[in-house]
């Protein structure tokens, strides 16, 4: 005997407002051919009796459709309670993270701020050396330069002692020759001649030899002091 198809459980649940079947195979097949038969046996049995005994606590499709929905429900507990507590695993490793984070980001900056501190202290202390070693050579320099002043002050003195020799000597010279011309007496004035000209290279070679040294010892002093300037 072929069973005709059975109604949906969707069917029937908007009909009469009741789920009476699994969602298994083998649900479905003994459930129809326990309606098949319980209609077949006895003309009393109407719709509303078929449903009410399938919807007898004793029936095995509810059961199975009571487990599963235990199932069901105790598994999505255990799912609930699986999130819950990977959301607090989650949260806790998050804050592990971030206070591991925070201590790695202290101690970079501590670390930044202790380099900083030693590198600043040796450009303080390369700039202080630089500025002492630069201080000493300023006031050697000023040393120097004074020196070299007095020394330009002292050849000023001389050059003016010189020149004022000289005019003393070329006044001297100029009498001289007044004298010369007073002389009538060839002889006398070829003699005083001699003596005049003698003199005044003699003079005026030993002035020539000592402004050279002179010449000589200023620029030695100069080449000396530039020297130590340029050090």
Known sequence: MVLPPFPTNTHFEGLFGVAIFS??????EELRKKVFVMASSSSEYTLPHIFAALNSPDDSAINERRRV?????????????ELSQRGRLEASIE???????????????????AEMFRVSRRLE??????????????????????QHEK???????RSR?????????????????????????EKLRS????????????????????????????????????ERLHR
């Open 191 to 226: 003699v005083a001649g001699e003596i005049f000209e003698g003199k005044k290279e003699s003079i005026l070679a030993d002035m020539k030899e000592w402004e050279e040294r002179m010449q000589v010892t200023l620029k030695k002093r100069v080449n000396d002091t530039d």
């Open 23 to 28: 969602e298994s195979n083998r649900t479905w």
């Open 69 to 81: 929905q235990e199932q069901l429900a105790s598994l999505e507990s255990a799912m609930a309670d």
């Open 161 to 185: 002692q010189l020149a004022s020799f000289e005019s003393r000597l070329e006044r001297r010279l100029a009498e001289y020759d007044g004298k010369m011309f007073e002389f009538e007496n």
């Open 125 to 146: 202390n390369f700039v202080d050396e630089r500025l002492d070693k630069l201080s000493r050579v300023v006031v050697e320099t000023q040393r120097l330069c004074s």
């Open 151 to 157: 020394q330009l002050i002292a050849s000023a003195e």
């Open 95 to 113: 804050r592990l993270c971030d206070a591991k984070i925070r201590t790695a980001m202290d101690r970079i900056g501590d670390a930044i701020e």
